[in-house]
């Protein structure tokens, strides 16, 4: 519930302040990601029956689409207009909203991912682990955007590696592990938050593109995106855990925390949208950076995780990397400029 007020405060924020809607929703983002990482590491590593990732990923598509419909009900003033404005710019435009079934494909792939990566690394290096999505995303910018990045943004963004290939080392040497829940395996949790790097870098910057090209308001986009992604999700659902499904139903494992889970990540791709309307891809990917402080700090407490230098130092990095690349945000200089 409080997500959802939340929400609905960003939406009724003008548009004349864009500034503010910018740097709020920045803020919210990264408080979203810190406690979401928590959340999924803890849900897939706590005693008593394991709910089906890909039921969850299906059912937090479901919450977002109410969520974005009743938003659009409220723009456009009632339910006539509501019906008028999806036939006006869904029905009627078959082509532009199949476009948005690429990211909506890539998105239901990358967030079982992260089901997959928080089962199988603990939430602080995870965290840090899916900041490379930053790089992905800023090296995607330049391709398909044609951005142009400083020379020390660069360097920002290869601190950021240097950060995150610290955290890894500082954590290899553990064998695979078992807190209450199945087997861990850290190198299937980094090749799951690799993975979910690179989808997420894509996705997002085909998805601002489309948002940043066209009339069609963020919520609406929200309605194609998640009318397309619901039949993906349904199929995942029953080619990955159809038997599973069948034998305990589309809900095992289900209780309030699954719930509440599945809520918060609706929220998360909600306030991306914002993000991604009001901002950008690569300073939404800094921003989420500094979930990482708050959730080192919890999972010690919750989790008993253990801060070693090596983690200290490599998380620095990343954290150093946000500040370096926040302090170049004026226009590129021609000499000073690297394309690829």
Not at 264 to 290: E, M
Not at 304 to 325: C, D, K, P, R, W
């Amino acid at each position: 519930e409080f997500w959802h007020i939340l929400l609905l405060k960003l939406f009724f924020i003008s548009e004349g302040n864009t500034n503010v809607l910018k740097y709020v929703s920045l803020v919210t983002l990264t408080l979203q990601n810190a406690i979401l990482g928590l959340s999924m590491r803890y849900a897939r590593t706590r005693n008593g029956d394991m709910f089906l990732s890909s039921t969850a990923v299906l059912m937090s598509e479901v919450v977002k689409l109410i969520t974005c419909i009743g938003i659009v009900y409220i723009e456009a003033g009632g339910v006539v207009k509501l019906f008028d404005t999806i036939d006006k710019q869904i029905i009627k435009q078959p082509i532009d909203t199949l476009k948005v079934c690429v990211p909506s494909f890539v998105y239901v792939v990358q967030n079982n991912l992260l089901y997959v990566s928080a089962s199988h690394l603990d939430a602080a290096t995870y965290q840090v682990t899916y900041q490379l999505k930053i790089l992905t995303t800023a090296m995607f910018s330049v391709f398909i955007l044609k951005k142009e990045l400083l020379r020390t943004q660069w360097i920002s963004l290869l601190t950021l590696i240097i950060g995150v290939v610290l955290v890894q080392l500082a954590q290899s040497g553990d064998a695979p592990t078992s807190v209450s829940g199945p087997e861990q395996n850290r190198f299937i949790g980094f090749m799951a938050a690799l993975s979910a790097c690179c989808l997420s870098g894509f996705a997002g910057v085909y998805f601002e593109k489309m948002l940043k090209g066209s009339d069609v308001t963020v919520w609406m986009r929200n309605v194609q995106l998640s009318l397309c992604s619901i039949p993906f999700g349904l199929i995942s659902c029953f080619v990955y855990d159809g038997h599973t499904i069948k034998e305990n139903g589309f809900f095992f494992g289900y209780d309030k925390f699954v719930n509440y889970l599945i809520v918060l990540q609706a929220c998360g791709g909600l306030i991306v949208a914002v993000v991604v309307k009001y901002a950008d891809n690569i300073l939404k990917g800094f921003a989420t950076s500094l979930a990482i402080v708050i959730s080192c700090v919890a999972s010690i407490y919750i989790f008993n995780f253990e801060l070693t230098l090596q983690f200290t130092v490599g998380a620095a990095f990343v954290i150093f990397s946000i500040f370096l690349y926040g302090h170049t945000t004026k226009k590129p200089v021609v000499s000073n400029t690297f394309k690829v």
